[in-house]
């Protein structure tokens, strides 16, 4: 019998299945892993921060409370979780300190989208509303910002020593923030600061001794100590070479062998070499130089015994096996070329200093050169510590300050820290909420509510109560009290700009737009595909 016209099926016309969940629960998994993220490092944020102890797969062990440290070598797997550990790379990159910060601020922007996702707020017009709060966040710093001077010295140590607060060698910042500005304004070449460059200051690390015994060399320091026995160890009025040619027997290019059958041979050949080396050793002689630098060989030794044995006869002192990627630096300090044969070697190549000399340090010994004639913009830093642990660390925070002089010097305006400008962002953002109509205003309201995340964190790592402590936060800024901020040595909301704890405006800025764009990433991505290969 067939079917009746009325009770056939009709079939749905361009309407393909599709998952509504998937994409839901991509987006819930991103969020929870790169929350996760944030977690593990909320607790080593500001001055009374705990540090973690960092277990290497080799068993090497490092104890640091520096954001970008921890994240860089924990072993993160989900993709989401290594995006946090991406943005704080970034931020180191770009501001050098706050790498701990711009993680918190991203895993509470993230924490806020989650609510407002739940809500039925589509994520594209999160990621647009976060992008339009950002530019506004930062438009508060800028007002917020003191303008300062490249030639205050005091005021960029101040900032220095805010940076240096919150780490294992606070109680050296008062050593360590004048060597880090020191530093900075040294390798700043007027109407270039924009173009700082941290490659120009090299910091040496020197176990032995304590952090107290950092110092600062306007010049060359060699981490090698001086070849020979007999040499000179210290040479005033110094004539200094920088060769790129080795002085020892000249080697085949091809691995040969030479097999000498009589006495008479062998001493030709022996004899032969002697005159080789004696030609090059009475070229440097007749030159005037007497401080000999010389590149690492790879193929044959750069100065053979016969060599130094001569060179000690000169009274020259040498340092070899010059590291290839420490060339550069040295030819920029000295302000020459290096010498590549010895055609070139001649009076005028060679370059004056007042003194080299071998110094001791702890259990190592370096060659220093000072007073150099015509010096390039670089400078060295000596770091010193009593133990391999509190040496990694003292040189990261020393990198640390490096960074937050460089900001100030590249964007000339400071900022309080404390927690005052993410509270003051949080209570403008709040009021310009209301003026907005929509998703937005819900949007705004909740990256307010998230940039609180800071101050909240500051107070409960100081053992204070952060919800009393916010409050009173949020209250004298209401008032009108832009400097207050928490005050972690007193335990109490004070003038945090009377306190000198202050930044560079550089860090802030550069934290609220790194976290929004990777949060605006995160938010975006709605399925994680493997790839075949």
């Known amino acids: ?65 520096d954001g970008a440290t921890i994240l860089k070598q924990m072993n993160v797997l989900h993709p989401a979780a290594k995006m946090l550990v991406e943005l704080s790379r970034a931020q180191d990159v770009e501001a050098g300190d706050g790498t701990t910060s711009v993680v918190v601020i991203a895993g509470a922007l993230l924490e806020a989208s989650e609510k407002l996702l ?134 085949t290019d091809m691995d040969h062998s030479v097999i000498v059958s009589d006495y008479a041979a062998m001493d030709r050949v022996l004899k032969e070499e002697r005159a080789y080396i004696l030609n090059i050793v009475k070229q440097i002689k007749k030159a005037g130089c007497n401080v000999l630098l010389v590149q690492k060989s790879i193929l044959r030794d750069a100065v053979s015994d016969l060599a130094q044995h001569f060179l000690d006869k000169i ?107 993410e509270i003051e962002m949080a209570l403008q953002l709040a009021a310009y909420a209301q003026t907005v109509e929509g998703v937005d205003a819900y949007c705004f309201r909740a990256f307010a509510e998230a940039l609180e995340v800071i101050p909240s964190t500051l107070a409960e790592n100081a053992g204070l109560n952060p919800i009393a402590t916010v409050t009173e936060l949020r209250n004298r800024h209401a008032q009108g009290e832009k400097n207050a901020g928490i005050n972690v040595r007193k335990g109490a909301i004070t003038d945090i700009f009377a306190e000198n704890v202050v930044q560079p405006a550089l860090v802030n800025i550069s934290a609220i737009s790194l976290a929004t764009e990777t949060v605006r990433s995160i938010l975006k991505i709605d399925d994680i595909v493997n790839t075949i290969s």
Do not use: W, Y
């Open 1 to 65: 019998m067939p079917p009746k016209a009325g009770n056939v099926a009709k079939k749905p016309v361009g309407q393909a299945f599709k998952d509504k969940s998937k994409p839901q629960d991509v987006r819930l998994s991103n969020i929870q892993a790169a929350k996760a993220v944030c977690d593990a490092i909320r607790t080593s944020l500001g001055p009374r921060g705990m540090d973690k102890m960092i277990q290497a797969a080799n068993g090497e062990v490092s104890i640091t409370n």
């Open 118 to 251: 739940h809500k039925g707020i589509h994520p594209t017009a999160i990621s647009d509303s976060f992008q339009r709060c950002a530019n506004k966040a930062i438009e508060i710093i800028n007002d917020m910002s003191t303008p300062i001077s490249i030639t205050d010295r005091d005021t960029l140590i101040k900032s220095a020593s805010t940076s240096l607060n919150s780490k294992v060698v606070s109680q050296q910042s008062s050593l360590l923030a004048p060597i880090a500005v020191d530093a900075v304004l040294r390798v700043t070449e007027p109407g270039k600061e924009g173009a700082v460059d941290l490659k120009n200051i090299k910091v040496i690390r020197s176990l032995g001794g304590t952090v107290e015994d950092t110092e600062l060399v306007e010049g060359l320091v060699f981490t090698s100590r001086s070849a020979g026995t007999n040499a000179p160890k210290r040479i005033e009025k110094a004539k200094i070479g920088l060769i790129q040619f080795c002085i020892s027997a000249p080697k």
């Open 315 to 421: 009274k020259c002192l040498v340092v070899k096996d010059v590291e290839r990627e420490d060339i550069e630096f040295v030819c920029k300090t000295l302000n020459c070329r290096p010498i590549a044969s010895l055609d070139h070697f001649v009076a005028e190549n060679l370059i004056s200093a007042d003194l080299v000399e071998e110094v001791s340090s702890g259990t190592n010994k370096f060659v220093k050169v000072t007073g150099i004639q015509n010096p390039g913009r670089t400078v060295s830093i000596v770091c010193r510590g009593s133990n391999k642990l509190v040496l990694e660390e003292a040189a990261r925070s020393l990198h640390d300050a490096l960074c937050v002089v460089r900001c100030l010097v590249r964007k000339r305006a400071q900022i309080v820290g404390g927690g005052a400008p």
